[in-house]
């Protein structure tokens, strides 16, 4: 069956560093994808990785290990504005069909 | 325009009713898709189309159909709608199917089936 799993919701403070895990079980694997979606919002793009690694782009980085079909995507000097749901996809099989996983809602407090 | 558009932005439609969720894109991206978002599950595929004239199942098809007569629109309809299709729908299309090909979604169309 195809699963991913990522914690339901976390709470940092403004200024500090969170990592938010991703596991998944799918019957193919062809890249992980990390959607940022503010309430009421649509998602948007934040991350995509295909190889083992982390891959940074600013302030976030996301890591990928497939052998253990894990990922993170770590938020650094947190703001405000990164209050949202981060959701992890997996590319599972071909035509960019994308499993989500339920998503992560992150608040972040003064 | 620019990127993708949704209508109607939400609508309340009592059971059995008919109904199409209209989604426009114009960026020339060939795929796009169709989700629902539910408390919980997290976004799930309905509908795909991979090009212009073709379209395929996704994750939770039942209850749904789709047509591609063209590259920008991707209308989906729920031909007898029922509660437990309560949800928010979102459009999504990108440039390709592999690779780093990114997936740009819609504002969303909140349907409430009574």
């Known amino acids: 069956g195809q699963n991913i799993d990522q914690p339901t919701e976390m709470t940092a403070t403004e200024g500090a560093i969170v990592q938010i895990n991703c596991t998944y079980q799918?019957?193919?694997?062809?890249?992980l994808f990390w959607y940022q979606q503010h309430a009421g919002e649509a998602p948007t793009f934040l991350s995509y990785?295909?190889?083992?690694g982390l891959e940074e782009k600013g302030r976030f980085s996301s890591f990928l290990s497939r052998s253990k079909g894990y990922s993170y995507l770590l938020l650094k000097e947190l703001q405000m504005k990164d209050s949202a749901s981060y959701l992890c996809?997996?590319?599972?099989?071909?035509?960019?069909?994308?499993?989500f996983g339920a998503g992560t809602r992150l608040a972040v407090h003064p | 325009i620019a990127g993708i558009t949704q209508a109607p932005t939400s609508q309340i439609l009592a059971a059995g009713r008919r109904m199409t969720l209209r989604c426009t894109q114009d960026?020339?991206?060939?795929?796009m898709y169709w989700y629902r978002q539910d408390l919980g599950l997290g976004l799930r595929l309905i509908h795909y189309?991979?090009?212009?004239?073709?379209?395929g199942k996704g994750e939770v098809p039942d209850g749904y159909s789709v047509s591609r007569a063209n590259t920008d629109d991707f209308p989906l309809t729920l031909a007898s709608a029922v509660p437990s299709q309560t949800s928010v729908y979102f459009c999504a299309s990108s440039d390709g199917t592999s690779g780093n090909n990114e997936q740009f979604f819609g504002p969303g169309t909140r349907l409430t089936v009574l």
């Open positions: 960026m020339r991206h060939n795929a």
């Open positions: 990785n295909v190889l083992d």
């Open positions: 799918t019957s193919g694997f062809n890249g």
């Open positions: 996809a997996v590319r599972s099989g071909g035509y960019n069909k994308l499993i």
């Open positions: 189309s991979n090009t212009a004239g073709t379209t």
